[in-house]
């Protein structure tokens, strides 16, 4: 059993704890990182195409406002390049596929009125919520005690309004509108600077993409941090106390002053702390699913649908799989069409075995994109709930009740124990950007503590 | 590091893990109980006044319809006195104290007619849940996708009614209307027998006590057991394979062909799996929270209020303590006032100091019942949110999207692992009568698959 002593231990090697661990080092402090897996990067991680290509089966986009992303990126020298969008969209409506250009699709005005009503009202309600304390709002207890669903159904005139929000709901939060609490979607889009930053690709969060892939963060970041950074090593338990805490991983144990937990908020709770902790930060993380999302890939010998005039984007309203990228390398080589089943797609669809599945996902792709869409040399997927150390991805998102009865639990530290990850961030909650938010948050508030 | 062996390994001694074990027994298999805490009877808890006198900080009534938790009572020699409600109950309304007769207060007709509406419409909608598979009601989708406290909203006429619905979710679930699911709301009234059977005293879920309190059921079960049961043994690890397990608790390990996990489903959650559990499961636990509650009571050397003509049973509309009850021994010596602080209220007092805390729940003793209970000679608090191994009661309730999208994982076993626990229950689900339902169930399941 190895043992090391820091300033501050960090728990989880992704871009939160080790944004968190690079600064406090900078700072002067000494650092160790406990990382449950075999490698860092948490919900990023990088797939090996051969010949030096990659993808990304986690997250991987970055937008124009992500200043803090894109601050980190220039300093590791990691660069950015626009993901595909020449030429049009599809979407499958009413049975057939319709090509459109930008961002409206090509659908009844009506239904598209529709939407954007209840688009600029939901903007307009998001900016009444604080960033730092959502349950502060004028009507927090009105809106987080209804679900979006709930709102929805409310305010929309049309069915067909009521899908297209579903798909974008499926797409930001990886939920159904019927699992969120309507607060929680306010301050969820208000941090990201309103609802089209969420769901646009030019200008929004899906705007441009890493050469080498998004993990090359983290990665850049580990190596930094050198031996520092111990993998293979969950943290099982944490005894802490006035300025001291003593946390026990598989194979190493780490002395600390303080402790940065830089996991998803439903994963803290896993931990055996002792003491153990207050009833209100526990009952939080009783209240913080994660959500649902399988990202699926289907590797082509060229990105073929190019050629069509197409982007490679497109709204699969029937599904499994909803949405589409072209998510090829940034030469075009191979062809990389990139699908996510979200929400309850996801869910059925993590109970299929990995043939249907995987059967489902090209059915779809040959749907919207023809046949040779039907023959891919290669697929690759994540089932990110499936995973041990995330248990769900996008994010987690607060169900109702959970923002006005505990949210103050957030980010409070309790004694030595400081809180980061995206979920954390009042800045692109849920992102990158606000991971990386949070790790510098978490490692001021410990030097500061540390004094 | 002591090792045991048995055919079927339990975890938790609560009424679930023990019923279960003791069936299990009774067929002729081994078994070996691990239980977290140094007693038996999870969120049953006896409390000792003196001169042999007992109450109870946790669960403690017992209704006409729960035919299991009375059969096993009868068998352990158990028995059951009425829950106190002579004289005249005291309702605060608008400011002033009502004093009435029976369930229906005295208050606006119109108001009591908006609630009666309600729930009738709310029993007939149950009545379409089924038990053993919520998520199969007809309109499952749309129930499932909206809050209670939505439903309330729309169909009661007005605010008074709501605050009516209010005290009594709070009273049931230990949460707020707006944090349950309204499919959960109709699955759990059901299966209790309907909204009365929830809500009422004299024929209802709160009719009786036992005799030497609730604790003893588990405290004979144990007897019973005896050797087989492992106190102070916090499971931490599963490692499990088909047809066997190996668990790795404080102190002891064990092995066995089967294990019935009796403890909340949250609780499930944070044991390391080896290996790991489906997403499918894994995520279903991230939406099972707790209630939030604390039990409060008042020592008196007599139940002074008899003597005023009082029940003791009185609904503080303004709070902090909702609902009391005399909860005094059988013979009335002393006299006990019982005051639970639920849903909101409970997460506000848990962030007070105890003497604060104390102080609240005795002013509204006081402010309904006179001056003579401002002076109680003890008091005694429990707040389950803060115990460890139960954080949290009376118990899970559903937020939205919970049943259907992942109800089906509920008892679902996963190669030898069985799930029991209140929350698995489908007749009184959440109450001892479901765990003890939900104890045979699993038993029944371990020995059929042990062949």
């Not at 780490?254 to 896993?270: E, K, Q, S, V, Y």
Request: net charge negative.
């Amino acid at each position: 059993m190895a043992e090391v002593e820091a300033d501050v231990a960090v728990v989880g090697a992704g871009l939160a704890g080790l944004t968190a661990a690079r600064a406090l080092r900078r700072a002067g402090a000494s650092v160790a990182v406990l990382e449950a897996r075999d490698r860092v990067g948490g919900r990023t991680l990088n797939h090996d195409l051969g010949d030096g290509k990659i993808v990304e089966v986690g997250g991987q986009w970055v937008g124009p406002t992500q200043h803090r992303l894109l601050g980190l990126a220039r300093e590791l020298g990691v660069g950015t390049f626009p993901t595909y969008g020449a030429g049009e969209n599809v979407i499958e409506w009413n049975g057939e596929l319709r090509r459109y250009k930008g961002t409206i699709p090509r659908i009844n005005a009506a239904v598209l009125a529709d939407v954007a009503q209840a688009q600029w009202r939901l903007d307009r309600m998001a900016r009444e919520v604080p960033l730092d304390a959502p349950w502060q709002a004028p009507k927090a207890a009105r809106w987080d005690a209804q679900t979006l669903e709930s709102w929805l159904r409310g305010n929309l005139a049309s069915r067909a309004a009521r899908t297209l929000f579903e798909i974008g709901t499926e797409a930001v939060w990886a939920q159904e509108p019927g699992d969120l609490s309507l607060l929680h979607v306010l301050f969820y889009a208000h941090s990201a600077g309103g609802f089209d930053a969420l769901f646009d690709t030019e200008g929004g969060a899906q705007q441009d993409r890493f050469v080498g892939g998004s993990q090359l963060l983290s990665l850049r970041l580990a190596q930094e941090l050198g031996e520092a950074v111990h993998l293979q090593a969950p943290v099982r338990a944490i005894r802490h106390a006035d300025g001291e805490v003593a946390l026990q991983a598989d194979g190493v144990t780490a002395r600390a002053r303080r402790a940065i937990l830089a996991i998803p908020p439903t994963l803290c709770a896993r931990i055996a702390y002792d003491p153990p902790l207050p009833g209100h930060r526990d009952q939080l993380t009783q209240r913080m699913p994660q959500g649902t999302v399988a990202k699926c890939m289907a590797i082509y010998d060229e990105p073929f649908w190019r050629d069509q005039g197409l982007s490679g984007q497109s709204t699969g309203v029937r599904g499994p799989v909803r949405l589409t990228y072209d998510n090829s390398p940034p030469d075009g080589s191979p062809g990389v069409l990139l699908g996510f089943l979200e929400g309850r797609f996801a869910r059925q669809a993590g109970l299929m075995e990995s043939q249907e599945r995987r059967q489902a996902v090209i059915d779809t792709f040959a749907r919207l994109f023809g046949p040779r869409a039907a023959s891919p040399r290669d697929y690759v997927e994540r089932l990110w709930a499936e995973e041990e150390w995330t248990r769900g991805c996008y994010g987690c998102a607060m169900p109702t009740g959970a923002w006005t009865e505990f949210g103050s639990a957030l980010r409070a530290p309790i004694g030595p124990l400081h809180w980061a990850g995206a979920e954390t961030a009042t800045v692109w909650s849920g992102y990158m950007d606000g991971a990386v938010q949070s790790g510098d948050r978490a490692a001021a508030e410990a030097l500061a503590s540390l004094g």
